[in-house]
């Protein structure tokens, strides 16, 4: 066994990819008291917020080092499909990000539900949307990719959906509070090693 020292002011995560390659058969929608909106060409800055407010407890960054301009080349793209999962009073506690872009595909790119969710069988119901909205014509395969950093649960959870595992991965990026993209008080159940960036360490 070898052990691989992780660069200062960095994460590492062990990341798996799943697919599924063929349409499972129809299931009933679970009941729940949310609804997906479609989202057609939101503005950055709106998807930004949403992006954040599922994602942050588990460090995700990567659509918070983008551009304007590349953001919205993505998520502006009539092959992506952006929904926000919605309460009956319309506040946005969750997202889901359907990519089209390779012919026969659909990547489940971003599918998550604010922590206050988790528990409540709610991610059955968006994941069994998920499946019906994917699963379209010309698609012959469905995939999506979590890692350690997401919710201890959620590799599992893919799996009994009927995704099975076929590649992994070890990727390393500098960590996100500590590069100002996230608050100090995000992910506490990873460990900070390191000084936080703030505005009065950036003028230094």
């Known amino acids: 066994m070898s052990l691989i020292k992780v660069p200062e002011g960095q994460l590492a995560t062990v990341v798996t990819s799943l697919q ?3 349409r499972p058969k129809a299931r009933p929608m679970p009941s729940s008291h949310l609804r997906l909106d479609r989202w057609r060409e939101p503005a950055p800055d709106r998807y930004r917020t949403l992006f954040r407010r599922v994602g942050e407890p588990w460090l995700w960054f990567s659509r918070l080092v983008m551009s304007d301009e590349a953001l919205a080349a993505i998520i502006h793209d009539p092959a992506v499909e952006i929904y926000a999962v919605t309460d009956l009073r319309g506040i946005e506690l969750g997202l889901l990000e359907l990519d089209f872009r390779e012919a026969g595909h659909c990547e489940i790119a971003f599918f998550g539900l604010v922590p206050e969710l988790t528990g409540q069988g709610e991610g059955r119901w ?4 998920t499946l019906a909205l994917g699963w379209r014509k010309g698609v012959e395969r469905m995939w999506v990719h979590t890692c350690t950093l997401d919710h201890p649960k959620a590799l599992n959870f893919y799996r009994a959906q009927g995704f099975v595992p076929f590649a992994r ?7 996100p509070r500590l590069a100002g993209l996230a608050p100090a008080s995000a992910a506490p159940h990873i460990p900070l090693i390191g000084t936080p960036f703030t505005e009065a360490s950036s003028r230094r």
């Open 20 to 22: 599924m390659l063929e």
């Open 126 to 129: 968006l994941m069994t949307q």
């Open 169 to 175: 991965a070890v990727e390393t990026f500098i960590d």
